[in-house]
Structures are given as C-alpha cells and as structure tokens.
C-alpha cells in the first residue's frame, strides 16, 4: 500500500464521510426529523430544537452543543479565528483497551470531524475580543489528554500576549486514561498557565456545560475569576456511580447539578443558553470598559 | 508502628516461596528452647530468605509494586515524620471548615534545619484506616495543606509533600465542600511558592488526590511506589469493562517510578530496602532523608523567582502530542 500522511488520509477519510451523509440527507429519513427530550421525554421538532439554541422548549433541558455551535452561539459572526488547530493526539504509551488509542483517535476524529476535544482561538463577544477555548464531548468524552492542556495552556499564554480576556467552556468527562499519567500532568500544566494569568492581571472566565468532571473540573475548570453554569449540568469531582459504589447510598435529587454548585457557592451564575452571550457582555464589559 | 522485621505474616502472594524456610526457622527455634544450639543453622537459613527475596524482588511486575505500594506495613507518613524529623509539631485546620485526619502537615527540623512537612495519612490497622479515611483527603485536608504551605512560605522554610493516597475522596460532603475546587486552587498556589518545594511519593500516588499537594520543584519516587491517573482497578473497569484485568491495566498505563522517570514526570527513585520499605522502615527513612536533604540543598541557591520559574519549566513541558 502507497504510504499517505496522516492529513491526506484524514482529508480522504472526511471527504467519504461527507458523501454519505450527503445520501442520507438526500433519503430524508423521517428518524432525523423528530427527537424525544432525554428529560421530560417530549416529542421535539428538530428544527424547532435547533431554533430554540438545543433547549427543549418544553422543560428548559438543554441539550449539549458542539463547539462550533457553541462559538457560533457566543462569538460576533466571523469574528473566530482558530489558534493551534494541528496539534493531535498520539499513542506514546501503546494503549489498547477494546481498541487501540490511535484507532480511537482516528476514529473521533472522524466521527466528530474534530481534531481534538477542545477548539481554541481568538474571536470577538459584542466586539470585545477575547481568547476562547471551547471542549467538545463528542471527541472521547471531552477527555483532557496532552492536546486538550496543551492547547488550554496556549491560549492561556495567548490571552498573556495580546491582554485579551480568557474564557474557556467546559464539557468533558475528566482525564484521559489512555494517556496515563500525562494526563494527570496536565492538570498540573494547565493550572500553572492560569496562575501566570492571573498574575497579569486578565480575567479568566469559566462557562461550565454539561458534563464537566474529573480532571478537568479539579483543574482549570475551577480557577475562573467567574464561574457561569448552564442550568441542569452535571458538574463535579467524582463522577455518580463512584460516589455510589464509595458510599453505598442512592445520591439526593439534583446532586451535582449546576444548581447544586451555585447553592454550595462554587457557581457565581446560572444562566439560560439565550441570554448565555448578553450576560458574558456584561461580565467582559465590567473588565472592559 | 509497624513491627519492622515482619516475618511469615503480610506476605505478599508473590513472597510466598519465603514461606518455607521461615516455617523451618520456627521449628528450629523451637528445638533451641529445648536446649539445642541451631543458632548457625538459623542464621544460614536466614540468609537464604535474604538471598531468595533479592532474586523475587528483581523482577517484580507492576502488578506486584502496587501491591508494595499498599502495603499494610508500608511507612506512613507519619512513621516517616517521626523517622526523619526532629521538633515536629503537627498543626491542624483549615481555619474554615475542620480538620481532616486524612491529610496531616507540621514544622519540624531535617537535618537541624526547619521545614514544613504535609502528607497523606494512612494506616497499619483497620482502625487507624478508618480513623483517617484511608489516607482519602476532604476539601479541608486540601485547603489545610494550602495553608500551612503559606505558612511555610512567609516563614520562608522548604516544603516537603509526602504523598500517599488512593485519591481525593468521593463523597457528598467532600462535593458539597467543593474537591474540585480545593484541589484546582492548590494546584495554581502551588506553582507560585517562593520556597524550595519538594514531593516524595511514598506509596500510592492517587491521580487529582496525590496531585493536589503533589506539584514540587522536584518529584521523587520511592522505587516501589506507584503514581497514576486512575487506580489499576478502575482503569480495568471502564476502559476494560472487567475489574480483574488490574495487572493487564497496572502494566499498560506506566505507573512504576521506573516508567515516570522515563516520561520526565519524576526527577529520581529513592531506592527501598530489599523486601520494600516495610521490610525495614528505617532504612527506607534514611534514603528519603538524605535524597530530600540533597535536593532542598540545591533547590535552596534558586532565589524566589528563579523557583517559581523552575517549576514552571518543569510542568510547561509535560505532554507528548504531535504538531505538524
């Protein structure tokens, strides 16, 4: 077989993932028209869905977006630029479980058509510019490996370099095992870079989406100046079922959910996905103006 | 503390060959309290035990150092606090919540000199285990560490961690007190201590839990401890989705101090006494000492600055990824 970097085959691989969605679409199968809400099991319109920003219209459960939803969501159109886009993920331990980490790897990247779990770049929120990094579940979970805290380290230093304000949306189920103990590290990494920024003096903001857990929460999740939550995300250290089978007791209602945080004062906002860019305008305009 | 020269009790699976011989050494005994002198045949059979526990300890495989690395016997930190230093008071509280038995810290003297030591706190006896949680540290034990490392640093003392922990325990109340946050702020104050800052992992080196007061200028390891993202156990379980795949689990991920110091994520192994640390807790202490001692020596010509640079060098760099 003629040998093909990995872009090459990457840009292959996506341009036949393409044209089967493209016969899908073309089929319009009746499935992808309706979708029945995962919390008060409604019978939702997709395209009525996608109107209301992925929030169910009738009990305000907000579904998870991407992030390139998400940066369309909160940043002036056209305004977001990507920084450090081609930095990717490697096996370097040679970690298998049900498949190997560089088959996985591949394999989200195509599902996702992500490179990695967290976008980050400069863009403008209301004309303020901002540097932003946005974590994206669909890729393994959210997981932080090498690339997810190298990547939230650099726009970190990025925001040191410019004076930009840094804001960073979570949603990740915690470290990333198959890089064992360098993911652990970028805790460390990440939570170093934060404390550099705040000893420039920028403000870092933190906009906490369902689910954030783990690693992630025990580190750059939680050192933000401001911490927004959308309502109902599940958010915290342990995830349930550990705490379950640790404790042997069924856990309250509402237990580590955005409300829960703001009640226990980890949260200093809850704030509905439609108002989610006005009241980050106001919080960078307090910095701003 | 634990009895030092432990004989046939708390063998590991992998010590049983020793069983024999230590077998044969009882009954040998026994005839001598019956007037024989079998003292010769005693010593030369112990000497076998030292021979043959070289041999097993060569080759052991992860699996085995995690169960080392948990040993019941294996010094706590407080066994190393009394070993190593001289004037200790232990200080508890995080002045906001409780004290958390889990997670201990004092100023005493090392070599003379004062320091600030902090550590997980586990145990020999069920007892003890439950007293303190299983070395599982509470948002206070956190915050507690933070504290005293502030202390350390307006005293301007060097900080030692000793870590040893299965992780940040995962309860209700350590949620509704914020882990997370506790362990997220000692992560970023750490990175900004003006003093010389060295950890020592001593047993198991629980993911976030051994993090948490874990960010020194330098990380040392004992040879049979383990430090990890996720516990063997459950790695197998969510990624394996079987439990008992542990050993498969403990091998994949490099959690040996062998397999960290490879990765840079270590600066050295502090070697152990044949047998582990347990087999002689003394021994295992002067190591520490004297490795600890070395890098608090060197870390002490770096000015504050220059420290907090040193440390930021050290955890920048951490990460293998490809950029094209």
């Known amino acids: 077989m003629a040998k093909i970097s990995i872009h090459e085959w990457f840009t292959r691989k996506k341009k036949a993932k393409a044209e089967t969605e493209a016969v899908s679409a073309r089929l319009d199968i009746p499935g992808n028209l309706w979708i029945k809400c995962y919390k008060c099991s409604a019978t939702l319109f997709i395209k009525d869905l996608e109107a209301n920003l992925k929030v169910c219209p009738k009990c305000n459960y907000h579904f998870k977006l991407s992030s390139a939803e998400r940066i369309k969501l909160l940043c002036d159109e056209g305004t977001f630029k990507e920084l450090n886009a081609e930095i990717r993920s490697t096996d370097f331990l040679g970690f298998s479980d049900s498949q190997p980490y560089q088959k996985r790897i591949e394999d989200s990247m195509l599902k996702s058509n992500l490179m990695e779990a967290v976008i980050t770049g400069e863009g403008q929120v209301s004309s303020i510019p901002v540097a932003l990094g946005v974590m994206d579940f669909s890729f393994m979970g959210g997981s932080m490996g090498s690339v997810v805290g190298e990547k939230i380290t650099r726009i970190a230093e990025h925001g040191m370099e410019h004076k930009l304000p840094v804001i960073v949306v979570t949603a990740s189920g915690g470290a990333r095992m198959q890089e064992g103990i360098m993911s652990l590290m970028q805790m460390a990494k990440t939570s170093a870079a934060l404390q550099r920024l705040r000893e420039f003096g920028l403000p870092y903001i933190v906009i906490l989406t369902d689910p954030t857990t783990g690693g992630t929460t025990a580190s750059f999740a939680m050192l933000g100046d401001i911490h927004i939550a959308e309502p109902g995300a599940l958010i915290g250290f342990a995830g349930p079922r550990v705490i379950e089978q640790t404790i042997r007791q069924k856990l309250p209602v509402g237990f580590q959910r955005s409300e829960f945080l703001e009640s226990h004062g980890m949260v200093d906002v809850i704030v509905n996905r439609k108002d989610l860019k006005s009241t980050l305008t106001k919080i960078l305009r307090f910095y701003k103006d | ?324």
Do not use: W
Request: hydrophobic share 40%; aromatic share 6%.
């Open chain 2, 1 to 324: 503390m634990a009895e030092a020269k432990n004989g046939i009790k708390n063998l590991l699976e992998f010590e049983k060959p020793l069983v024999p011989i230590f077998k044969k050494i009882e009954e040998l005994k026994a005839v001598s309290a019956h007037g024989m002198d079998m003292t010769e045949e005693i010593k030369m059979l112990q000497k076998r035990i030292e021979t043959l526990r070289r041999e097993i300890f060569q080759n052991l495989s992860p699996i085995q150092i995690v169960q080392l690395a948990r040993h019941i016997l294996r010094p706590t930190t407080l066994d190393y606090i009394n070993m190593m230093v001289e004037d200790f008071v232990e200080l508890r509280g995080d002045r906001n919540y409780g004290d958390d038995p889990a997670l201990v810290g004092g100023v005493g003297r090392l070599n003379g000199k004062p320091v600030l030591v902090i550590g997980h706190q586990k145990g020999h006896t069920t007892k003890e285990l439950l007293a303190r949680n299983f070395g599982m540290a509470n948002p206070e034990g956190y915050r507690k560490a933070l504290r005293l490392m502030r202390v350390a640093q307006r005293a301007n003392r060097p900080i030692i961690s000793l870590v040893d922990t299965p992780g940040a325990y995962p309860g209700i109340g350590a949620e509704e007190r914020g882990q997370s946050e506790a362990i997220a702020k000692n992560l970023r104050e750490m990175a900004a201590l003006t003093v010389p800052f060295v950890t020592v992992i001593t047993g198991e080196g629980g993911s976030g839990g051994a993090l948490g007061i874990g960010m020194g200028n330098r990380v040392l390891m004992l040879q049979y401890s383990i430090y990890s993202v996720i516990s063997p156990e459950g790695c197998a379980s969510i990624l394996f989705r079987d439990a008992t795949r542990a050993p498969e689990a403990a091998t994949a991920s490099k959690i040996t101090a062998k397999d960290l110091l490879e990765f840079d994520v270590i600066d050295e192994i502090i070697k152990e006494p044949v047998g582990g640390a347990h087999n002689d807790p003394s021994a295992s202490a002067q190591n520490i000492q004297v490795s600890v001692t070395k890098h608090i020596e060197e870390l002490s010509k770096l000015s504050p600055r220059e420290l907090i640079a040193d440390r930021y060098r050290k955890y920048r760099k951490m990460g293998i990824f490809i950029e094209s």
